[in-house]
């Protein structure tokens, strides 16, 4: 029986940066509904625990120790948010435990997305959330653009930075529509 050596030796599958980034929630107290759990199963997504106030480094403990973290950076300063999102970013800890945020409109998806973007390549996380406008913008056509043109491991590897995002139910579909379709995507 010959055996292919590359296959034994393969990573796990992982979902690219579109598919399933969104988890629906079942209320605005952010309740998941059971969309979301088949999610976290389909994928092995460890369960997000939420801390009150945390802190880079208890984010980075947290990822550490195989967990996700659950997180509204929505009620942060700017600052705050970029220094989660870099903690996470430099984490290392590969796919699965990773930050969990919320978010209610499709700026404030693709805000989380470009900001962790920011975090992996070394850009100025504090300045582009800002420039967002903090997630009432999002990020512009062009780096929306610059994101979708991203070779498939690259999408992956914000993934390790913002697992899943949960969304409110009703506002999913809408979200979704504002991402690039799979002939888009490199």
Known sequence: MAVDLELLFRPAARPDLFEDLLVPTGSAAH???DDAGQIAKRWSIPAAEEFEGPTPE???A???AGGGVAIDLWERSAHD???LLIAAAHGGVGFGPGLQPRAETAEQVWTLISAAVAAI???DVQAHWTECGGGSRGPDAERRAFIAG???SARETIRDVITVIGVPSERLADIAATFPSE????
């Open 121 to 123: 390549i070394g850009e």
């Open 81 to 83: 948010a970029a220094d």
């Open 31 to 33: 309740l998941p509904t």
């Open 62 to 64: 947290a990822l550490a």
């Open 150 to 152: 991203l070779g498939r």
């Open 58 to 60: 208890t984010v980075s």
């Open 183 to 186: 002939g888009e995507l490199r």
